[in-house]
Antibody, heavy 120, light 107 residues
C-alpha cells in the first residue's frame, strides 16, 4: 500500500521559506512510471498545481509559471522522499499543501495535506 | 493554461438520485480528464481517470464520459457517503488545472 506522509512547519512569517517533506512508503521515489507532484488548495485559488519531479533515466522537474522563480522540488533517493521549497512567501501562499503520486497521468495517491499559514 | 469550467457549482440531491456533473475544457484535451471527490478536511480522492476509467476500489455507481472539450461525471443511485465536492482536472498539458468544484449536498 502506497502512503505519503507529509511534514513541515505550519506557520511562517512573510519573506520566509516554506519547506515541506513527503516520506514515501510502498513505492520508490525513482520509479520509472510515477511522478511526484505538489498541489495546494486555498479558498481564493482553489486547487493549484505547483510542480512535479520524476525519474526517467535522469531526474526531471517542471513548475507552474506563477511560482517558477521561487519554487524547488527535489527527490532524495536515500530517504525515499520528495521535498518542496517555496521562497519569499507572502500571505497569498497560505494554503493546504499536498504531496501527490502521479500515475497513468492522474493524481492517484495524496498525502494528508499540510496547512501552511503565512502571517506576521 | 487550459481553463476547466464545471457546472453546476452546487446541487442538492436525495439518496437514490442520479446526479450529473459537467466539465468543459477551454480547448481540446482528448480524453485526458480525471475526476476527484473531496470530503471536508480530507485530501481529494481519484475516482475516474482518462475520462471514463474507474479507479480501483471506486464503486461502479460512479461513471465518466466525454472527449474533446465536454465531459460528464455521473453518480447513479446516490449514497449518503457521496455527499462531497467533486473536481475535474485536465492532464493534457502543463500546468495541470482543475475545475472550481461542484458541491453535492443533501436535499
Amino acid at each position: 500500500q502506497i502512503q505519503l506522509q507529509q511534514s513541515g512547519p505550519g506557520l511562517l512569517r512573510p519573506s520566509q521559506t516554506l519547506s515541506l517533506t513527503c516520506d514515501i512508503s510502498g513505492n520508490s521515489v525513482s520509479g520509472n512510471s510515477v511522478a511526484w507532484d505538489w498541489i495546494r488548495q486555498s479558498p481564493s485559488r482553489g486547487l493549484e498545481w505547483l510542480g512535479r519531479t520524476y525519474y526517467r533515466s535522469k531526474w526531471y522537474t517542471e513548475y507552474t509559471l506563477s511560482v517558477k522563480s521561487r519554487i524547488t522540488i527535489n527527490a532524495d533517493t536515500s530517504k525515499n522522499q520528495v521535498s518542496l521549497q517555496l521562497n519569499s512567501v507572502t500571505p497569498e501562499d497560505t494554503a493546504v499543501y499536498f504531496c501527490v503520486r502521479g500515475f497513468l497521468n492522474a493524481l492517484e495517491t495524496w498525502g494528508q495535506g499540510t496547512l501552511v499559514t503565512v502571517s506576521s | 493554461d487550459i481553463q476547466m469550467t464545471q457546472s453546476p457549482s452546487s446541487l442538492s440531491a436525495s439518496v437514490g438520485d442520479r446526479v450529473t456533473i459537467t466539465c468543459r475544457a477551454s480547448q481540446n484535451i482528448n480524453n485526458h480528464l480525471n475526476w476527484y471527490q473531496q470530503k471536508p478536511g480530507k485530501a481529494p480522492k481519484l475516482l475516474i481517470y482518462a475520462a471514463s476509467s474507474l479507479q480501483s476500489g471506486v464503486p461502479s455507481r460512479f461513471s465518466g464520459s466525454g472527449s474533446g472539450t465536454d465531459f460528464t461525471l455521473t453518480i447513479s443511485n446516490l449514497q449518503s457517503e457521496d455527499f462531497a465536492t467533486y473536481y475535474c482536472q485536465q492532464s493534457y498539458s502543463l500546468p495541470r488545472t482543475f475545475g472550481q468544484g461542484t458541491k453535492v449536498e443533501i436535499k
